[in-house]
Each structure stands twice: as structure tokens, then as C-alpha cells.
């Protein structure tokens, strides 16, 4: 599975930004896709997860804020931030639950910077 990111880039503080990931390959084995961040000097964490089993889940740190979204059409998933804020300021990954579950998949990473 490969995963391929867009969007990200400078917003100020309030404002809103998308990113978009294009997941081909093996994408039938696809079980759930996401979204992760790591600012400088912090692990990566968990910023949103979709799945047709469990649905959507958040990191409380983004909910009411962030939606994620995915075209199983389109192997595509979407995460639209909203109300950005400094803290939000991090790389993006995109990541695929993939081979019926097994195995983990990376994009290469957006940045996105929200200035105050």
C-alpha cells in the first residue's frame, strides 16, 4: 500500500486546512486509515482514525475541531481541521491499517504550521 499526502502549509491561528491522502496498491486490505502528528521534540500521536467497523474516533486534544472523512471509491481519506490553534503545529502522516490488519502503512509527511 502506498499513501500519498497533499494540503498542509501556513494557516494563522483560527483559520481552517485540509489534507487529503491517496492510499493504492493492495487497498482491499485496507481495514482503516488515519491520520497522525508529531510536532518537534514529541512522539507521534494519534490525531483521527476511520474505519467501516469502528467508525471515527479522535484525540480529545482535536474533537469538535477536526473531522475526518473517507472515499472507499476514491481510496481516499480527508481530514479537515478547523478552528487551528499554535498547538496544532506539527507533520502530518497518513497511515493505513492494511493487509487485512497486519501491517501499518506511512505517508511521507505534510507540514502544517499555524502561526499565532
Known amino acids: 500500500v502506498q499513501l500519498v499526502e497533499s494540503g498542509g502549509g501556513l494557516v494563522q491561528a483560527g483559520g481552517s486546512l485540509g489534507l487529503s491522502c491517496a492510499a493504492s496498491?493492495?487497498?482491499?486490505?485496507?481495514?482503516?486509515m488515519g491520520w497522525y502528528r508529531q510536532a518537534p521534540g514529541n512522539q507521534r500521536e494519534l490525531v483521527a482514525t476511520?474505519?467501516?467497523?469502528?467508525?471515527?474516533n479522535y484525540a480529545d486534544s482535536v474533537k469538535g475541531r477536526f473531522t475526518i472523512s473517507r472515499d472507499n471509491a476514491k481510496n481516499t481519506v480527508h481530514l479537515q481541521m478547523n478552528s487551528l490553534k499554535p498547538e496544532d503545529t506539527a507533520v502530518y502522516y497518513c497511515?493505513?491499517?492494511?493487509?487485512?490488519?497486519?501491517?501499518?502503512?506511512w505517508g511521507q509527511g505534510t507540514q502544517v504550521t499555524v502561526s499565532s
Open positions: 496498491g493492495n487497498t482491499f486490505s485496507i481495514r482503516s
Open positions: 476511520i474505519s467501516g467497523v469502528a467508525g471515527t
Open positions: 497511515s493505513a491499517l492494511a493487509d487485512y490488519g497486519t501491517r501499518n502503512y
